[in-house]
């Protein structure tokens, strides 16, 4: 059974920094591309950034551009996404997803994830 674990969210002011993680269980393979998504209250689901297999690409949206880094740690089967300079908008729930029809490219589209966890919780007071 697969399970994809985030953590790490909180409520923060703007400009604080929060480092969110997914622990990954029960995937074939260590080396599957991931990402982050995140959705706010009323809105569609939207990419945030991705890494693939072996953390050598990595993809992100335009709004988290220079201020968000994803990484991965395989030995510990967790991807992170580091947030800083935080924003109000940048409040939503994050979700964390695997696409295992890849692991050396990366890609922006939802569709493309196959597994996702709960999700966790991210408030950025102004």
């Known amino acids: 059974q697969v399970q994809l674990v985030e953590s790490g969210g909180g409520l923060v002011q703007a400009g604080d920094s929060l480092r969110l993680s997914c622990e990954a269980s029960g995937l074939t393979r260590r080396s599957y591309a991931m990402a982050w998504f995140r959705q706010a209250l009323g809105k569609e689901r939207e990419f945030v950034a991705a890494?693939?297999?072996?953390?050598?690409?990595?993809s992100y949206a335009d709004s988290v551009k220079g201020r968000f880094t994803i990484s991965r740690d395989n030995a510990k089967n967790t991807i992170y996404l580091q947030m800083n300079s935080l924003k109000p908008d940048d409040t939503a729930v994050y979700y964390c997803?695997?696409?295992?029809?890849?692991?050396?490219?990366?890609?922006?589209?939802?569709?493309?994830?196959?597994?996702w966890g709960q999700g966790t919780k991210v408030t950025v007071s102004s």
């Open positions: 890494i693939n297999g072996i953390g050598g690409i990595t």
């Open positions: 997803a695997a696409d295992i029809d890849s692991s050396w490219t990366v890609s922006v589209r939802l569709a493309s994830y196959y597994y």
